[in-house]
């Protein structure tokens, strides 16, 4: 406890109590981490479709020799292991930080989304993907979809908007 200065009128505020998580909040933070499980199983489902793969690199690239192919094969590998693992620590972190009641989270998730809505189109179009990974590739579009409508709510609005929590 403070000692009052003399002449002081208010007693020292105790510090505010962290504002109660609201539903919508709870609910967009659990969609998140199933993104976060869906991006983990994305990077399973990528290395399973290797085969296809290998023959789309032959198939824009006719002249490669077998060692330009395993060369561009396993740095393929490498993007989409590493863009998975990088996509679920940012599911990960952008679930905590809104719960967590920082506004800058809710922001930067939806310019993930929709970051992530022009991949999809990209996909949609054929010119990268194919099959399983441009239609799981949609279902992760989805499950972002969900935790941007719960964050926007008028309730996950108001919990944005209270006073900072630490």
């Known amino acids: 406890m403070y000692q009052r200065f003399p002449g002081d009128a208010a007693p020292p505020q ?3 109590s962290p504002a ?3 539903q919508s909040v709870l609910r967009a ?3 998140m981490y199933v993104g976060l499980a869906a991006s983990l199983l994305g990077i399973i489902i990528d290395l399973t479709t290797l085969s296809s793969t290998r023959s ?3 198939k824009r690239n006719p002249s490669f020799t077998t060692a330009q192919v395993n060369t561009a094969e396993h740095v393929e590998v490498g993007f989409l292991v590493v863009g998975g693992l990088i996509g679920a620590a940012l599911w990960l972190w952008m679930a ?3 719960k967590a009641g920082k506004g800058w989270a809710r922001v930067v998730s939806t310019v993930f989304f929709a970051i992530d809505t022009v991949s999809v ?3 949609a179009t054929g010119v ?3 099959g399983l990974a441009r239609f799981y590739g949609f279902v992760v579009w989805v499950i972002g979809l969900v935790a941007i409508i719960l964050l926007w709510q008028r ?3 108001d919990y944005f908007r209270s006073p900072p929590r630490y």
């Open 29 to 31: 933070v659990q969609v």
């Open 20 to 22: 109660t998580v609201p």
């Open 96 to 98: 905590q930080s809104c």
């Open 14 to 16: 105790e510090p505010a």
């Open 56 to 58: 789309e690199i032959l």
């Open 155 to 157: 309730s996950s609005s």
């Open 121 to 123: 189109l990209v996909g």
């Open 128 to 130: 990268q993907g194919g």
